[in-house]
């Protein structure tokens, strides 16, 4: 987000909520300003496999640590939201 990237969240499969949480697969990706340049979040630099989110727990809080005040996911297959923020990562924050 600081090189001028948002980040969008893509559900790869569809939320259904069990219980009090909402479950499903969803991905992210670095979009920059002009939509060309598209970055996907892996698990490690060396085993190049993209990192799915299993639970809205996990996308809000990946979402926080990247500096968005706020998240939009999408809850249906092949939704797509962008979420940009501050730049600042969540321990770069000042605290209210």
Do not use: Q
């Not at 979420?83 to 000042?94: I, K, Q, S």
């Amino acid at each position: 987000m600081a090189e001028g990237y948002a980040i969008e969240v893509v559900c790869k499969e569809a939320g259904e909520k069990r219980h009090n949480s909402w479950y499903g697969i969803w991905v992210v990706r670095a979009v920059s300003d002009n939509g060309r340049a598209e970055k996907m979040l892996v698990t490690s630099r060396s085993y190049l496999k993209v990192r799915e989110f299993k639970t809205i727990v996990g996308v809000v809080s990946f979402l926080s640590e990247m500096g968005c005040p706020a998240a939009r996911i999408p809850l249906l297959e092949g939704g797509r939201e962008l979420n940009t923020g501050t730049g600042l990562m969540a321990g770069d924050r000042a605290e209210p």
